[in-house]
Structures are given as C-alpha cells and as structure tokens.
C-alpha cells in the first residue's frame, strides 16, 4: 500500500528495539510500585526515617530512579524510536547505536538502583546497630559506595547519550538510502 508509513523490514529492528525499552520500563515500574508497597509498611517507614542519609538512598533516590528513569524515560525512548521513523520518514540513523542505548540504559538503571538501595540499607543498619552518623558508616564502605555509584550513572550517560546521539542523527541526516520508501511527503516538500 502507498500510504503506508512504514514497510514491515524497515519498522522491524526499530519495533523490537522500541518494545525491549517498553518491556523493561514496565519492569521498572513493575519493581518501583512494590518498593513503594513495602516501604509504606510501617516498620520500614519507620526505619527509612531513622536512618536519615542512609534511608535517604532508598526513599526517595532508588525508588525514584526505578520509577521515573528506568520506567518513565525507557517508555519514552520507546516511543521516539517507534515514531521517529513514521514522523521523519527516515529510518533510525544507527540501530548498532540503539541497541547499545538499550544495554547501557539497562546496565545503568539496575546498577544505579542496586547500588543505591544496596548501601543504603548496608549503612543504614551500620548507623542503627552502632549508634554512629552517616558519614563514619558510609567510610566504612568506600571506596566500593563512589565506586557503585560512578560506574553505574556513568553506564547511564552513556545510555542516555548514545540515545540523543541516533536521535538527533536520525533527524539531521540527509542520506537519501535513509529515507523509508511509502512515507507521506514533509510539509515543505508539499507546499
């Protein structure tokens, strides 16, 4: 069909790709909304307030992370890779860079996520068990704590950054093999 806006080999590897960033933010979202099930419980609750900093890597940061980066920012990068294409009529400028937004995404939000939640339970207990202050029980843990930390959103840049990279890439690109056959027209090319 001529007004089709995308043939099946083209949407395919940008599909796939799209739903793998909707599988795993629904995950996120999946793991967010128990997190906050639990840590409304009050004993929990009542351990995230009395260990300050500590508690503070669990509620709000890791909860928050889960939610809004790996569930929120995956469905939207899912999106822009399924409708960049139909949009623009250009097929995504690198699907080897795609494919490395998604595993570095991946990687950086359960990294970012497991480190928070990790040593802020890890420090909390220490605070609580030996009567010390947040910053004598995360000593205790360097240099592994800024070590989880920089790996882990440094994995998450580059997720973020390749993702902006294809995009803006896919947009500026004026190869004419990139242009998807069957696409309506632009605005411009009509007038």
């Not at 509620?59 to 929120?72: C, E, F, M, T």
């Not at 999106?79 to 494919?99: A, H, T």
């Not at 609580?128 to 959103?153: D, E, M, N």
């Not at 998450?156 to 004026?174: K, Y």
Request: glycine share 10%.
């Amino acid at each position: 069909m001529k007004n089709e806006l995308l043939s099946e080999s083209a949407s395919s590897s940008t599909d796939q790709l799209g739903l793998r960033f909707i599988l795993f933010g629904v995950f996120c979202l999946f793991v967010g909304t128990m997190q906050g099930f639990l840590q409304s419980t009050p004993r929990i609750r009542h351990w995230i307030h009395m260990t300050g900093q500590a508690g503070h890597l669990v509620d709000p940061l890791a909860h928050a992370h889960i939610n809004l980066i790996g569930g929120v920012v995956s469905v939207v990068m899912a999106m822009v890779y399924y409708l960049l294409p139909r949009l623009s009529g250009k097929k995504i400028w690198s699907p080897f860079l795609g494919e490395m937004s998604f595993f570095f995404m991946v990687a950086g939000v359960v990294g970012f996520y497991s480190v928070l939640l990790t040593f802020g339970i890890l420090e909390g207990n220490r605070m609580l068990a030996q009567g010390i202050v947040y910053p004598l029980a995360r000593a205790v843990y360097q240099p592994y704590h800024r070590i989880g930390f920089v790996l882990a959103a440094l994995f998450m840049g580059i997720g973020h950054w390749t993702f902006v990279w294809n995009v803006f890439a896919t947009v500026l690109s004026r190869d004419k093999n990139a242009v998807i056959e069957g696409t309506p027209a632009s605005v411009k090319e009509r007038i």
